[in-house]
């Protein structure tokens, strides 16, 4: 079982910044990739972006959605096993439930973890 604890919401003006973090514990052996995903109310969960484990001592390759590209950065610790959100130039409509995403692969089989979820509020 993997433990994910998402934390760094809250409220800012369009244009501000914001840093979320998602704290991994448990078996995270054979984790693969970690995202982030976000759910505006009365909206669908979507993808934001993704950063492949690089090994035990770094992360790797990075994608984002079209819609983040250019304002938000992902990053990995993995001595500290977390991974980062960095949202710049944040707009109205980044306004949404962000979810941290593990995706871990142990003898074949895949297996999703997902943290609770951290709020993030952009005002106009």
């Known amino acids: 079982q993997v433990q994910l604890v998402e934390s760094g919401g809250g409220l800012v003006q369009a244009g501000g910044s914001l840093r979320l973090s998602c704290a991994a514990s448990?078996?995270?052996?054979?984790?693969?990739?970690m995202a982030w995903y976000r759910q505006a109310p009365g909206k669908q969960r979507d993808w934001v972006a993704t950063i492949s484990n690089g090994g035990s001592s770094n992360y790797g390759n990075t994608n984002y959605a079209d819609s983040v590209k250019g304002r938000f950065t992902i990053s990995g610790d993995n001595a500290k096993h977390t991974v980062y959100l960095q949202m710049n130039n944040l707009k109205p409509e980044d306004t949404a439930v962000y979810y941290c995403n593990a995706l871990q692969i142990r003898q074949g089989i895949p297996n999703n973890y997902w943290g609770q979820g951290t709020q993030v509020t952009v005002s106009s």
């Open positions: 448990g078996l995270l052996s054979g984790i693969t990739t």
